[in-house]
């Protein structure tokens, strides 16, 4: 069974960097043609793509984050992380971690989230 699972603060200073990190589970990130990327809700906002990894460890960034935005990964722990720099509180929202299938298209395994604050 697939889980992801998002790890990290939920309360970040402005101007901080902000650390995630999620732990996947029953597949590996190095698995063809899946594609691991972050997602965030701010409140009363719909949902913003970030950025993401293929299999093979190219990264993709949203436009809109410039290069606020970083994402790794540890193949042997068989997680990736999101690093997003001088936060600001337009940076508070539930961060996800999804999987997405490039065979089949879209999104396919969520994880449960974690919200982040960003306030002194």
């Known amino acids: 069974q697939v889980q992801l699972q998002e790890s990290g603060p939920g309360l970040v200073p402005p101007s901080q960097t902000l650390a995630l990190t999620c732990t996947v589970s029953?597949?590996?990130?190095?698995?063809?043609?899946?594609?691991w990327s972050w997602i965030r809700q701010a409140p009363g906002k719909g949902l913003e793509w970030l950025g993401g990894?293929?299999?093979?460890?190219?990264?993709y960034y949203s436009p809109s984050l410039k290069s606020r935005a970083s994402i790794s990964r540890d193949t042997a722990k068989n997680q990736f992380s999101l690093f997003l720099s001088s936060v600001t509180p337009e940076d508070t929202a539930r961060y996800y971690c999804v999987r997405g299938d490039g065979s089949a298209g879209g999104d396919d395994y969520w994880g449960q989230g974690t919200q982040v604050t960003v306030s002194s």
């Open positions: 990894l293929s299999y093979s460890g190219t990264e």
């Open positions: 029953g597949v590996s990130i190095t698995t063809t043609n899946y594609y």
